[in-house]
């Protein structure tokens, strides 16, 4: 198997433009997750999807920030507008399922810069 | 007070050294507990799971679990350099917490 995919890898943008990111779980997963990573906030959950239904975006910082995930497949994960304190890695994890014993399998990550 | 909590290093150790690395967290009620390690620039990757009181072992990785003093650590027996990176302790109780990393970093 592939893995979790997630593009594009490094994206920069400047401070008022929308930005999408993308990620295909393992095939088979039925859980998904995007996570941001900083260096001030270390990893933070923003929300995860179950059989394609979002479940928990309660870390998910501001209406700005949107996600869906229209298929098993795929899913995004959308800033609108974007601002410079949104730079961070992007995430995107999946696994067979939530219970105590399920290993969550991380993407490569999407380092966002806004300027 | 954070959920998830772990110095941050960095923590040093001679190459052959024993590592050990601890986190504290705060939900009584969590489940299970999970080493991950994140190399520079890389994505986290599992390396140990833990669900009940005790030591479990995998390799030159042990896991220790208490939790009545709510803490979990990890031994890295024979440090390598290739064991230099960031270790995160995460705890799943509603969701999977993160703590922020310890950075560690074996000499040779």
């Known amino acids: 198997d592939a893995g979790v995919i997630q593009s594009p890898r490094h994206e920069v943008t400047e401070m008022g433009q929308e930005v999408t990111l993308r990620c295909k779980p393992i095939?088979?997963?039925?859980?998904l997750f995007w996570y941001r990573q900083t260096m001030m906030r270390g990893l933070e959950l923003l929300i995860y999807f179950n059989n394609n239904v979002p479940i928990d975006d309660s870390g998910m910082p501001e209406d700005r920030f949107s996600a869906k995930m229209p298929n098993a497949s795929f899913s995004t994960l959308k800033i609108q507008p974007s601002e410079p304190r949104d730079s961070a890695v992007y995430f995107c994890a999946s696994s067979v399922g939530s219970s105590r014993t399920d290993t969550q399998y991380f993407g490569p990550g999407t380092r966002l810069t806004v300027l | 007070q954070k959920e998830v909590e772990q110095n941050s290093g960095p923590l040093s150790v001679p190459e052959g050294a024993i590592a050990s690395l601890n986190c504290t967290y705060s939900?009584?009620?969590?489940?299970?507990f999970f080493w991950y390690r994140q190399y520079s620039g890389k994505s986290p990757e599992l390396i140990m799971s833990i669900y009940s009181n005790g030591d479990k072992e995998d390799g030159r990785f042990t896991a220790q679990l208490n939790k009545a003093s709510q803490y979990v650590s990890l031994l890295i027996r024979d440090s390598q350099p290739s064991d230099s990176a960031t270790y995160l302790c995460a705890v799943l109780g509603n969701k999977l917490v993160f703590g922020a990393g310890t950075i560690l970093r074996v000499k040779s």
């Open positions: 939900d009584r009620v969590s489940q299970s």
């Open positions: 095939s088979g997963h039925d859980y």
